[in-house]
């Protein structure tokens, strides 16, 4: 696996997806059969492996509670597994075909995502009081605009000119994403002369850390791209600019000014998991449907697939997806209104 992830991964992985695989292939590959021969690893084998992965504990983050891994995670490791075999096979380290093809995972119902509708989710807006989540639900429910992105976006990417709002033509541009990437990672990448970093933020915890924060390049090359912004959105996206120039004159050097559009109030970025803590803590104070932040992102794209009548490519070209099945396989939940109105009619 290690010369797997420096022939193959330094070549062909991002510094997001190298550092993810790095943690499946330290944490849930190597100690159980990291000292395996590859040409001991039968599809059995393969089979018996990730079943026994099903009752093991996950890498136990701090905070938070001890979990058995989950079936999404062993999906993520087979394919990691299989990818590598295939990269075996090509390197004559095995004979014949790949064991991993013809692997049954372990069997467990997915559960669709839960999403709110457009009711509940103006419902949610109305009764959030916290202006870092609020700005960020709606940068994710009116631009489609995943999280990663929402915290890397900066004010030089964001175009909201008075003119630009009364003609409609206010936009942002997504160029970069908020990333808490593996060191070790970012190294290897940068000896290639290929990481995508833009910038790394100084640590401000005085332990040492394995992870560092940076601003890196998007998902995806289809995720660059600018999308037009609604007028609501355009105006908490002025009052944020207005609640950040008064935190600068109140703090004036102690202000750290990063131009990001999200920030605690000293300036300083603000992470995925302290979003997701608030998004949990507003959820549970107002009895709202139980969701991730990632749901936003789904409702935003099912509701402007509803008002524009189905218009595919232009909810694609807002949720930067690669391929337009995303939006219709993955990302397109029925509202159970609908289809009454759809039966009425």
């Not at 997001?16 to 330290?26: A, K, V, Y």
């Not at 075996?88 to 709110?116: C, F, I, Q």
Request: glycine share 4%; hydrophobic share 35%; aromatic share 6%.
């Amino acid at each position: 696996m290690d010369e797997y992830v420096h022939l193959y991964g330094l070549k062909h992985w991002s510094a997001g997806t190298l550092s993810d695989n790095q943690h499946r292939i330290d944490d849930y590959i190597k100690p159980y059969i990291g000292n395996m021969p590859i040409k001991m690893l039968t599809t059995h084998r393969l089979e018996t492996f990730y079943d026994q992965l099903q009752s093991m504990p996950a890498v136990k983050m701090k905070g938070k509670a001890q979990k058995t891994i989950a079936p999404s995670v062993i999906e993520k490791v087979h394919a990691l597994i299989r990818n590598a075999l295939n990269q075996a096979l090509r390197w004559n380290y095995l004979d014949g075909v790949n064991p991993a093809m013809t692997v049954e995972l372990p069997s467990h119902r997915k559960n669709k995502r839960a999403s709110w509708t457009d009711q509940e989710a103006r419902h949610a807006l109305e009764v959030c009081v916290d202006p870092v989540l609020k700005l960020c639900m709606y940068l994710a429910l009116g631009c489609s605009m995943r999280i990663g992105e929402i915290l890397g976006l900066t004010w030089d990417s964001v175009h909201i000119d008075d003119e630009l709002i009364q003609n409609d033509e206010a936009y942002l541009s997504v160029k970069q994403e908020l990333r808490r990437c593996d060191k070790r990672s970012i190294d290897d990448l940068r000896k290639q002369g290929r990481d995508d970093i833009y910038f790394t933020f100084p640590p401000w915890k005085k332990t040492e850390s394995t992870t560092v924060l940076v601003l890196k390049a998007p998902k995806t090359e289809s995720s660059v791209r600018d999308i037009y912004i609604p007028a609501v959105v355009a105006e908490e996206l002025k009052q944020a600019r207005a609640r950040q120039t008064y935190m600068k004159t109140l703090l004036t050097d102690e202000y750290q000014d990063y131009g990001l559009v999200v920030t605690q109030e000293n300036g300083r970025p603000v992470e995925s998991c302290q979003i997701m803590d608030k998004l949990r803590k507003l959820i549970k104070e107002h009895d709202l449907k139980p969701v991730v932040f990632h749901s936003l992102r789904h409702s935003s794209t099912s509701l402007k697939l509803k008002i524009s009548g189905g218009d595919i490519k232009a909810v694609q070209g807002d949720t930067g997806h690669a391929q337009a099945r995303m939006v219709t396989d993955v990302y397109s939940h029925i509202m159970t209104d609908d289809r009454k109105n759809l039966a009425k009619k």
